[in-house]
């Protein structure tokens, strides 16, 4: 559901507007986790990523619109030019502003904390990185940022150790200091 005006409304399926078609359409699927991509709702469950039709959060072509991983999805985090998925095992950057051409590509072999992913953007200029907007995540081998071009760098490696059973965090930035815990 979604919030409006202090007032709780349920989340329902969308009305199709276009071309006639044969495609078939539901509603949003109950996921843990979601985010807005270039006009698209995108709704993880369990191991697939769903996104909706253009502008429109309430229609879902679920048959077609999707990307699948191995495992559990527990991380979307988009920027300007794709959007960093993580797995209960790694990270991926998919690449694009269009979903139906987006290609996983595996970008670490370790995946981040779940809610650990700052809502806050760094901007690569103001931190010596290419121009664009970067996210922030903490993972079980350091703090991870993810650049525009979908490469990642760990900030921290070899500064801090971090528990390897962690599985959660949390994050904020506060201009450009990351402040992150993990269980």
């Known amino acids: 559901g979604y919030i409006f005006n202090d007032v709780s409304y349920p989340w329902v399926k ?12 539901s509603g949003p699927v109950i996921g843990n986790h979601l985010s ?5 709702m995108l ?27 191995d495992t559990k999805i527990i991380m979307i985090k988009p920027i300007d030019s794709g959007c960093f998925i993580s797995t209960e095992k790694e ?16 970008v670490t072999n370790f995946p981040a904390l779940e809610w650990s992913v700052a809502t806050s953007y760094v901007e690569g200029y ?3 990185l290419q121009p664009g907007l970067c996210c922030i995540w903490a ?13 990642v760098l760990n900030l921290n490696k070899d500064k801090v ?5 962690a ?16 269980q």
């Open 43 to 69: 709704i993880a469950y369990e191991n697939a990523l769903y996104w909706s039709e253009l502008y429109n959060f309430g229609l879902y072509n679920l048959s077609e619109s999707f990307v699948q991983f």
């Open 161 to 165: 150790i971090y528990p390897e059973s």
């Open 36 to 40: 807005v991509f270039n006009g698209r």
């Open 14 to 25: 969308g009305n199709y507007i276009g071309p006639t078609t044969t495609k078939i359409f």
């Open 91 to 106: 990270v991926y950057f998919l690449k694009g502003k269009n979903p139906v051409f987006w290609e996983p590509k595996k």
């Open 167 to 182: 599985k959660s965090g949390f994050s904020c930035l506060m201009g450009y200091s990351f402040i992150h815990g993990m």
């Open 126 to 128: 103001d931190i010596g």
């Open 139 to 151: 993972s079980p081998e350091g703090v991870i940022i993810g650049i525009s071009d979908g490469t």
